[in-house]
């Protein structure tokens, strides 16, 4: 299991889920890359910032996406593009939306999503 920098544990029975529920912001775009146990999720996330494409354990990592305010991802392109809105409508307290995007990509246009929670 590949840990956050801030925690190893010295107890070998510890499945680290007290630190996953207490963890409210990830700023690592490759987090969700990273191999974790599948009985761990996050529960209290409000901000991520995710390199796409979003991966099986994204979707199953995150239980409560009421929580979640902000969304950064490092890229965009049109394959993401429904990945996007379906997590749009489970976050519903979403509010704000970061993307980087390479200039050689014509501009993004943000008309072409639904905005359920607006």
């Known amino acids: 299991m590949c840990v956050p920098h801030s925690l190893k544990s010295t107890d070998p029975y510890d499945d680290y889920q007290d630190f996953y529920n207490n963890i409210s912001s990830i700023d690592d775009a490759i987090f969700f890359y990273q191999k974790i146990p599948s009985n761990i999720h996050l529960s209290n996330i409000e901000h991520l910032k995710i390199k796409p494409p979003i991966n099986n354990q994204f979707w199953s990592i995150i239980l409560n996406w009421n929580r979640m305010k902000s969304l950064e991802l490092s890229s965009y392109?049109?394959?993401?593009?429904s990945q996007l809105?379906?997590?749009f409508y489970c976050a519903p307290n979403l509010r704000y939306l970061l993307i980087h995007q390479d200039r050689l990509i014509l501009p993004l246009q943000m008309s072409v999503f639904k905005y359920p929670n607006i």
């Not at 392109?77 to 593009?81: A, I, P, R």
């Open 77 to 81: 392109n049109d394959t993401l593009h």
């Open 85 to 87: 809105q379906v997590l």
